[in-house]
């Protein structure tokens, strides 16, 4: 038998401690599940705005690209792309919502600059090179938010674990084995108070005979 069951006045006490504590534990999962709802809402509305943006920065890096292909030639377009300094400037800090950290990138200022000879370029290759400096940031901006709402479902996901376990299986745990011991100290109260009587019974009929 599970000693924290038997009825005592101190098991009851513990007994009221740890459903106190459970309840309390449980709201607190229970606000974090709100909150970080709210976030993920917020962070898919913007996701679903990058993604449109997105999608137009990508269309008009192809338009520019094909247009310096023509121009340029493939071969041409494709040496001088090579020799650009690759961007690794690119920060990524984190901001923590309720103990869940979630990305946040800075690429402002990294495309600052012409990094290839004039010379050998055309217009329709800055035309590109820009185009194409625009769809990154769009591009690493999609990457932080789509691991921003994988990070808050999966956080969800576990509080909601952890928030079931309490709610489902602790609370109810404690509050039957409080109510156990209670019925069992009452029913000994109730014994007791019924010897006594007894026993009181018994010493007042000695002394009236």
Do not use: C
């Not at 740890?18 to 709802?37: Q, V």
């Not at 217009?123 to 820009?130: K, T």
């Amino acid at each position: 038998m599970d000693t924290h069951n038997l009825p005592t006045k101190k098991n009851l006490l513990l007994a009221r401690q740890h459903l106190a504590l459970a309840r309390k534990g449980y709201d607190l999962l229970d606000k974090k599940i709100l909150i970080l709802g709210a976030e993920l809402s917020k962070v898919q509305s913007q996701a679903n705005q990058v993604k449109a943006d997105l999608h137009i920065a990508l269309k008009n890096g192809h338009i520019a690209l094909n247009i310096a292909n023509m121009e340029m030639g493939l071969k041409k377009v494709h040496e001088v792309s090579n020799n650009i300094p690759k961007t690794n400037s690119i920060k990524v800090l984190f901001r923590s919502i309720m103990g869940v950290d979630l990305p946040l990138v800075n690429s402002e200022n990294d495309y600052t600059g012409i990094k290839y000879s004039l010379h050998d370029t055309t217009a329709s290759f800055d035309n590109a090179a820009l185009a194409w400096e625009e769809a990154l940031k769009y591009i690493i901006s999609w990457a932080a938010i789509e691991n921003t709402i994988h990070s808050l479902k999966s956080s969800i996901k576990k509080t909601q674990k952890r928030a079931n376990a309490l709610g489902n299986i602790a609370i109810p745990k404690y509050m039957a084995r409080i109510k156990y011991i209670e019925e069992q100290l009452e029913e000994r109260e109730r014994d007791e108070l019924a010897r006594l009587k007894l026993v009181k019974g018994r010493l007042q009929s000695q002394r009236h005979p």
